[in-house]
């Protein structure tokens, strides 16, 4: 506590005087402004009270009975106690006094006539001064600590430090800083700007000194990274940051940074750009690495009105030299054409592999026509040179499509498309040959020829994913099922619906694999979200005609096998006219899916042309509703009624019914009212991928 002048007036004082009653004078002084006082005669009196009480002062009396004063203060030093003392002497000695303030003493005070005026002020001093001396010892502490923590988290990050005077050009290296420099063992040297410059890979000297100045001069924080030659002459790179301080006068005083290595984070970052823009197999630009060279090369030559020329090579037969010599024969025959295509191009140029046995060629800023045919030419001579490949002699012919920029296409996608499309008419002209792309070629039969062969390839470049759109139960809320929907992200053409290429799926046969492919993801992904411990939801999964006539059961058995999906989990998705034709034949196969387990439904109802009669005769559990009666089913009475009986007709033979397409609340009113209970909708949900789906389920739909 202190008074109004900020004298400290409360405290413990212990009182040591052989005097008693002089003690017991002393003691009544301090209590009246405001101390709490404790009087012992002796020295070991004394000792044993420091020893158990909380003292803030010792008033001591300098002879005492049974030890010197001196004597009394090396044990209280020996006993470890620090509280601050004034010494009370008889005698006037300035000698004594300069002797007791060198053992320890705060102060010294003659026994005289006038010490009981003078005590409470040189005791309230003390006590202030002590007190402030604590504080400033624990700042110290607290900041002796908070620099040891900087310095141990700096050794844990690998972050050094550093701090240039401005105005005495001192450059002072924290020791984690010498460590990064690779003085571990080593004494660190005497450290200069100069001897730091040439610590620096040469090439980067120039503009870390320009950064520095620069920093200087802007008042900007500096951030630069660099390449450092440490001690033992291993080259790492280091990221800067720094800040300038300024002195009272505003003059820029002090540079302060931190230095970090980052020899590891950019190799990782090096190694990712590696693989997102380079073919493992043959080192060449990948597919996205070509957009960026052809948008690049594009750029260029509009500049300049300049033309680019876009060559699309593909091996003819190289499928069967793959299938006769095995894979790793086929990867050495690539990596050797990529070599030799690579003395084709000049250094402006870029040659990239598409994928498989493809290669793209960009020739940039080309003069004319002949220039791009006598590249081909060469590029067909050099492929039709023997190959030797594990010992045996190979000979291989290529067909080459060629767009010319801006005259076929003025971006990438349309280029490489109509390069692809070139390649096919090269193809079918007996290979061996290259062809300039003609708008004159029959588009529509071209792109259908380069989709089908892009969807040939398209399993096996793990082009395809699936998108989960949830079911919804509309009286509890939750959710009930998902249906899988199939994505096909083309590398050139984006993502393509599957209204486009399922039908072209179907026609080529393709449809078998993929369908495969669709049902075994979609088990696997439910099998993941009920190991994960999810609730069980129906998973539906769409089939075509062609599959519903090839050994479906036995596939559908296999992939439940396989991936230990619960069958009574699965909906298989028909459409009516799958179901319709060949109808009794059908009937066999789907009571063989049904007695596995799994259930079935009608996809698009009312789309069709089923035969009511028959639909009884089916072991179908669900009819979804078209989205073409839901869109209007508000405000056209026509598809409210289709709707209406879709939904009685479903429950006279004990169905269930999904709405699917619902797009919004009074659709979802209306339709329940009809007492449809479950739906599916852009209302809920779009299709969305597995992991925003897992989201779904875990969290809920609020609508
Ligand atoms: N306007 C509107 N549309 C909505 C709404 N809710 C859902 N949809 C869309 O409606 C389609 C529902 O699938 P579907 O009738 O089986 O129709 C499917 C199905 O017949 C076929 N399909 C999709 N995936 C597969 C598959 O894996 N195999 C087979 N064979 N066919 C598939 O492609 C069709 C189209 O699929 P998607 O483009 O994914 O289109 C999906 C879905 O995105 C909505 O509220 N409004």
New binding site residues.
Partial sequence: MADSDGHITSGMILIVEDNIPFGELVAGTLREDGYQCHTVSTGAAALIWLASHPVNLLLLDYTLVDMTGEAFIAAMAEQGSQVPFVVVTGRDDSNLAVQMIKQGASDFVVKDTALLDRLPVVVSRTLQEAATMQRLCHAEQALRQSELRLARAQRIARIGSWEWDLQSNGLYFSPELFSILGYDGTAPPDVSLEWFYRQINPSDTCFVRKALSAAIESGRNLNQTFRIVTCSGEEIVVASQAELEYDSDGRPELLVGTLLDVTDRTRAEQEIHHLANYDTLTGLPNRNLLHDRLQQAIVQAARVQGSVGVLFLDLDRFKGVNELLGHRAGDQLLRTVAERLRVCVRESDTLARAGGDEFVIILSVVSDEDGISSAASKILAIISEPFVIEERELYLTASIGVAVYPTDGADVQSLLKHADLAMYQAKDMDRNNFQFFSSDLNVKVMERMVLESSLRRALERDEFQ??Y?PQVDVITGSVVGF?????WHHPDLGTI???KF?PL??ETGL?LS??EW?LRT?CRQAKIWQDAGLRPVRMA????GR?FRMKLDEIVAAILLETGFDPRWLEL?L?ESILMRNASDNIELLQALTAMGCSLSI??FGTGYSSLAYLKHFPLERL?I??SF??DVTTNPDDRAIAKIIIDMAHTLKMEVTA????EREQLELLKRYGCREM????FS??VPAASAEKLLRKGITF
């Fill in positions: 699936l998108l759109q249906e899988a929907l199939l994505r619906s599957p209204e399922i799926a179907e449809i993929i369908g669709v979609a999964v769409n089939l075509s599959q998705e459409t996809d698009d979804k078209d989205r839901v869109r699917e397409g619902v797009e599916q909708g852009f209302f779009r299709p």
